[in-house]
């Protein structure tokens, strides 16, 4: 069992940054995947990032050029850097982690990030 632990949300003006945070417990298998998901209230989660332990990484269309995702493989730590941010952002995001070879997947509890004026 893989215990993600999220940090960063908060409230933010248009325009502003935020950065997530999400630290992942031990695990006996190797966690392949981190990712962060977004849920806005009416609306189904959906994709914002990931990252493979072997750095590539993949964005959602509405966010690229704005956020970027990392990964510290040795810590299992994955951060959301997000800039420029827009109403639009604003949701519960949840990290992710699939494991390796056999497949998992985990979520976080979610961490509201809210862009208001």
């Known amino acids: 069992q893989v215990q993600l632990l999220e940090s960063g949300g908060g409230l933010v003006q248009p325009g502003g940054s935020l950065r997530l945070s999400c630290a992942a417990s031990?695990?006996?298998?190797?966690?392949?995947?981190m990712g962060w998901y977004r849920q806005a209230p009416g609306k189904e989660r959906e994709l914002v990032a990931t990252?493979?332990?072997?750095?590539?990484?993949n964005y959602a269309d509405s966010v690229k050029g704005r956020f970027t995702i990392s990964r510290d493989n040795a810590k299992n730590t994955v951060w959301l850097q997000m800039n420029s941010l827009k109403p639009e952002d604003t949701a519960v995001y949840y990290c992710?982690?699939?494991?390796?070879?056999?497949?998992?997947?985990?979520w976080g509890q979610g961490t509201q990030v809210t862009v208001s004026s």
């Open positions: 992710n982690a699939q494991t390796r070879p056999v497949v998992y997947i985990y």
């Open positions: 031990e695990t006996s298998f190797s966690i392949n995947i």
């Open positions: 990252i493979t332990s072997g750095g590539s990484t």
